[in-house]
């Protein structure tokens, strides 16, 4: 949601490395049992004998190298570096960040580089730009969020229509084309976010001063300025290069109680209350005029690590979205989509973001899932539109098996990649997209800040190289970056599980394979599976279509969307693994047999 990525797409870029091959892999990356390293993932091999062990103790991470088998001797690894007991805090994050080959640091000429730059804006630079501090600009961000790359205003106009601004940090001034921060940046893609830490793209003082839209500090942006009629119809369009003052640093959860009316008793301006009450009378047009078109709304509840002090999973916390994200969601669309048409409009070469329909023999297989459930998916002339997605995720909506038609219809879309061609996006019904609002995190909105000053200016845009080639190495770095962020989660979820053995717990069917289904429990703590030995004594005939398992004597049946109460069985920590078993006097553990073998279609 891995490939191998092509050649550098700039010069100048360090060589692309590889995500996943089909050789075997020369570093081995596990924990030292006694005189073996036994891999983290099972797809990397079985456990491997240790010739040389170092520093390295019983239940240490160790990164190995192997020392490929010969005719007389079989396979060996050597232990290179030890990463500390695999149960201390932060090993769990530091093991993910070696698997998948983030860059941790950066090289030394980037830190000199950044430490370089001039803190003071200069009064050349400020004198160029056009200044926005009326309506007052605000960044509108999570609790705990790391970078403010972002800030908003609204402002009602004459004939009931409203002016936005989004106004975002203007990266591309302090990093410019091939410097040492920019090809560092190439290398890494985007920032990547764990729940203890962030590895980011640009070096910390670019990220969390220079370049994050502080309150009552000047900083340096490029804005979007966008007219809307009262029906929330574009009128104008125009970009600028800017500065601003954030008035203020708003979390999610205090704007949402400004728009509820129950913000009285915040530190708020009155001027800032107002302009967020015009934002959401835009917010209200945007999200109607979009979900008119036929754009899919995936509103998935964003969980939350808790962590104590020293990084260990605590609990799980579900934010549901409210009416600040949907706001936040709606302009920066609106932004993005503005650019995109903008640029495309021109011919000016960048990396869009393309969303392209889906696979029709997924979609097949959604509808009948849908079908099973009494649900309909429709499409038109055999094609389905973004529309038909969202209208199947209405009707579905409030039934318990809710989440998963949601996960499913996201399964089936396909993965949204970066490409010079503007090829529209199918889930936002949007034929003009790319990405323009995070360039402190994502490669792709930096060069689109530049090409569109270069565009808007008529100068010359600095030379990108291989633009497919980027994109792809993008998308790459992206679906890596995703990769890694679950499977630390993933990892946290089962420790935390750990000691709970024999503890029964409510789940939620999630997925059904031929060798069990797998359990989402309750809170969204964890998943396991349940295999398929462990779901009565008969034979289960699994049905691909049917998402179900289905017993051949009794006819009990194991659907995707089932509610299920479920018993731990076995927590593996190393493989990050939860075993569990039916909770349910029709699902009896299997007995030993003599002379006979369980057998199962």
């Given at each position: 949601?891995?490939?191998?990525?092509?050649?550098?797409?700039?010069?100048?870029?360090?060589?692309?490395?590889?995500?996943?091959?089909?050789?075997?892999?020369?570093?081995?990356?596990?924990?030292?049992?006694?005189?073996?390293?036994?891999?983290?993932?099972?797809?990397?091999?079985?456990?491997?004998?240790?010739?040389?062990?170092?520093?390295?103790?019983?239940?240490?991470?160790?990164?190995?190298?192997?020392?490929?088998?010969?005719?007389?001797?079989?396979?060996?690894?050597?232990?290179?570096?030890?990463?500390?007991?695999?149960?201390?805090?932060?090993?769990?994050?530091?093991?993910?960040?070696?698997?998948?080959?983030?860059?941790?640091t950066f090289p030394e000429s980037v830190r000199i580089h950044a430490a370089r730059i001039d803190r003071k804006i200069p009064e050349a630079e400020l004198k160029k730009r056009e200044r926005f501090d009326r309506p007052s600009p605000v960044t509108i961000d999570g609790e705990s969020a790391r970078d403010f790359d972002d800030a908003i205003a609204v402002e009602e106009a004459a004939g009931g229509g409203c002016r936005l601004y989004v106004h975002v940090a203007d990266v591309s001034y302090y990093v410019k084309a091939n410097d040492p921060i920019d090809k560092e940046a190439t290398a890494r893609g985007t920032s990547v976010y764990f729940p203890d830490r962030v590895f980011p793209m640009v070096p910390e003082r670019l990220a969390d001063d220079l370049c994050s839209l502080r309150p009552g500090e000047d900083r340096l942006?490029?804005?979007?300025?966008?007219?809307?009629?009262?029906?929330?119809?574009?009128?104008?369009?125009?970009?600028?290069?800017?500065?601003?003052?954030?008035?203020?640093?708003?979390?999610?959860?205090?704007?949402?109680?400004?728009?509820?009316?129950?913000?009285?008793?915040?530190?708020?301006?009155?001027?800032?209350?107002?302009?967020?009450?015009?934002?959401e009378v835009l917010r209200a047009r945007l999200e109607t005029r979009r979900r008119a078109r036929g754009s899919i709304d995936f509103d998935l509840p964003a969980p939350t690590i808790l962590l104590d002090v020293e990084g260990v999973m605590t609990g799980i916390k579900v934010e549901q979205r409210n009416k600040a994200h949907r706001m936040i969601e709606e302009f920066m669309l609106a932004a993005n989509e503005a650019v995109a048409a903008w640029m495309s409009s021109r011919h000016v070469p960048c990396l869009f973001r393309v969303h392209e329909a889906p696979d029709p023999v997924k979609i097949d297989g959604l509808a009948a899932f849908a079908r099973s459930l009494g649900l309909t998916l429709r499409t038109k002339g055999g094609e389905i539109t973004p529309g038909d997605v969202q209208r199947l995720l209405d009707e579905a909506e409030g039934l318990p098996a809710f989440p998963v038609v949601t996960q499913l219809a996201l399964r089936s879309m396909k993965q949204a990649r970066y490409a010079p061609e503007d090829e529209g996006h199918f889930g936002l019904a949007a034929p003009h997209y790319l990405h323009f609002t995070s360039p402190i995190r994502r490669y792709p909105d930096l060069l689109v800040h530049r090409a569109l000053?270069?565009?808007?200016?008529?100068?010359?845009?600095?030379?990108?190289?291989?633009?497919?080639?980027?994109?792809?190495?993008?998308?790459?770095?992206?679906?890596?970056?995703?990769?890694?962020?679950?499977?630390?989660?993933?990892?946290?979820?089962?420790?935390?599980?750990?000691?709970?053995e024999g503890e029964a717990m409510d789940g939620l069917v999630t997925g059904v394979a031929r060798f069990g289904i797998f359990v989402q429990l309750a809170g969204g703590i964890g998943e396991g599976l349940v295999r398929v030995q462990r779901l009565g004594e008969e034979w289960f005939e699994f049905d691909p279509v049917r998402h179900e398992m289905r017993g051949a004597k009794s006819g009990r049946t194991f659907r995707l969307g089932d509610a299920l109460r479920v018993k731990i069985d076995r927590v593996d920590t190393v493989l990050r693994r939860v075993d569990l078993s039916p909770v349910d006097d029709r699902a009896e553990a299997p007995r030993e047999r003599k002379g006979k073998k369980r057998r199962r279609r």
């Open positions: 949601m891995r490939k191998t990525r092509r050649s550098p797409a700039r010069s100048g870029a360090p060589p692309a490395r590889a995500v996943r091959s089909s050789e075997p892999k020369k570093e081995l990356i596990g924990i030292l049992r006694g005189s073996i390293v036994e891999p983290f993932d099972a797809d990397d091999g079985p456990p491997v004998a240790v010739t040389s062990r170092g520093n390295a103790r019983e239940g240490d991470a160790v990164v190995a190298t192997r020392i490929p088998a010969t005719r007389k001797h079989a396979e060996e690894a050597k232990i290179v570096e030890s990463l500390g007991n695999v149960e201390a805090p932060g090993v769990d994050g530091e093991v993910v960040a070696r698997r998948h080959h983030l860059r941790r942006v490029q804005s979007v300025v966008i007219d809307y009629d009262k029906k929330g119809n574009v009128v104008a369009t125009r970009f600028a290069d800017g500065v601003i003052r954030s008035a203020a640093r708003l979390t999610y959860t205090q704007v949402a109680e400004v728009l509820d009316g129950n913000g009285t008793r915040l530190p708020i301006a009155h001027d800032v209350v107002a302009m967020l009450r015009s934002a000053r270069a565009a808007r200016t008529r100068h010359r845009a600095p030379a990108t190289g291989d633009l497919e080639a980027l994109g792809e190495s993008c998308s790459t770095f992206e679906r890596e970056a995703e990769a890694a962020e679950r499977e630390l989660v993933d990892w946290k979820k089962v420790k935390f599980l750990r000691g709970r």
